[in-house]
């Protein structure tokens, strides 16, 4: 498999586990397409991160890697988006929600909802949800918190489970995933989670789509009135479409965390791969231009 920027000398070698999930990614994939001019305000620079699943290790090693972009660039403001699914299916959940919850990050942080999120509120109000839940990766959350997830493996004590996840999880924990917001919207990008539905207007899009939709989105050829980043459908590699960003690399399966930045008209990609993927003549320096495909 070869890096973001296609380059052979940019080769990731997966985990068994990519390997395998290999075609279901693959079913995803779109052939880069050349972007319109896109542009973020003058003196503005913005971070946008895919889904994090759990996976504070690669959280914590791109916060390092943003703190290590800032002093390479000139800005007069910076923030970073967050593109929600920040719990399930990885070890951390706990760790990457206290580390947003308490703004742990280089620069001020946009928090978007992801569908896992509405999972885990969904399950505080009714512990039959578990029911589904648990088939979303909802056991790997309960575990980061010190849950005992037994019974639950099970297929039975969800109410005993609700009432010891409900101990032990944190009041701003919850304060922060009720206040996520559902879509950002910077100079010509517009961020969320899933995607949109297309021919109704940005400003009109409801929360299930913007949560959840896969199609028509994915294949929609149409311009949606700004350049939609979003994460929610993985791919092996970030997908780049003259209307859409796709930047869920699926972090808990490939180990790699993807990273957007935008700054003026220009794109580029940070990824941020895991110790747990063997990786073959890859380093973590450097990112991808995405706009003319070169490494820089």
């Known amino acids: 498999m070869t890096g973001p920027s296609g380059n052979p000398d940019q ?3 997966t985990s068994k ?20 001019t896109r542009r973020v305000p003058d003196g503005t620079l913005v971070y946008c991160i895919g889904d994090i699943h759990g996976r504070d290790d690669l959280l914590r090693d791109m916060a390092e890697r943003v703190e290590a972009d800032l002093k390479t660039c000139s800005f007069d403001h910076a923030v970073t988006v967050f593109l929600g699914d920040y719990i399930d299916r990885g070890p951390g959940s706990k760790g990457v929600v206290e580390r947003l919850a308490t703004s742990q990050w280089p620069t001020p942080i946009i928090a978007l909802a992801g569908n896992h999120e509405d999972f885990l509120l969904s399950f ?6 578990l029911a589904f839940w ?24 969800f109410e005993e489970v609700q009432a010891a996840f409900t101990a032990r999880f944190p009041k701003q924990h919850r304060d922060f995933l009720e206040a996520l917001k559902v879509s950002a919207s910077i100079g010509d990008y517009f961020f969320c989670h899933a995607g949109v539905r297309p021919g109704v207007a940005l400003d009109r899009q409801n929360r299930d789509d913007l949560l959840n939709i896969r199609e028509p989105f994915l294949s929609s050829e149409a311009e949606h009135g ?4 979003h994460g929610h459908t993985p791919a092996v590699d970030p997908e780049i479409r003259h209307n859409r960003i796709g930047i869920d690399t699926a972090a808990y399966a490939t180990g790699q965390l993807t990273c957007l930045v935008l700054d003026k008209d220009q794109q ?12 073959e003549g890859e380093s973590h320096g450097g990112s991808v231009n995405i706009q003319n495909n070169r490494s820089i």
Do not use: C
């Not at 586990?17 to 319109?36: D, I, L, Y």
């Not at 505080?124 to 949800?129: E, H, P, S, T, V």
């Open 11 to 13: 080769k990731i070698g």
């Open 17 to 36: 586990f990519a390997r395998w999930a290999n075609p279901f990614f693959k079913a995803f994939e779109r052939t880069p397409a050349v972007a319109t």
């Open 124 to 129: 505080l109000d009714d512990a039959g949800f």
């Open 134 to 157: 648990r088939s979303q990766g909802g056991l790997e959350t309960l575990h980061s918190y010190g849950v005992n997830i037994g019974s639950a493996m099970a297929g039975r004590g």
């Open 226 to 229: 700004k350049l939609v980043v």
């Open 268 to 279: 580029r990609v940070v990824p941020v791969v895991g110790y747990d993927v063997q990786r």
